[in-house]
């Protein structure tokens, strides 16, 4: 039996995540290359999960990628604007 939180979560903390490690990892400045990375992953993540019959594991995506967009605002503000 699947627990429904537990795919929701999973799908959303892969946006957020793989923005905060590269901008660790590389730098502030740097973060919005995750928001990039997280779209292109999470759009193949999306297309398993609906395969599979999770639903929510691809709405937790879609959310997640929203806060990673968020997050990401700055950093590409920095990068090309300022």
Known sequence: ???IDRDWIAGFLIGPIAT???AIGMSWKAAWIGMVCDFIIGFFLILIALGYDRPNM?????CGFA???AISIHPLWLSFFA
């Open 20 to 22: 905060m490690v590269v």
């Open 58 to 62: 691809a709405k937790g995506t879609l």
């Open 1 to 3: 039996m699947v627990n």
């Open 67 to 69: 806060v990673a967009v």
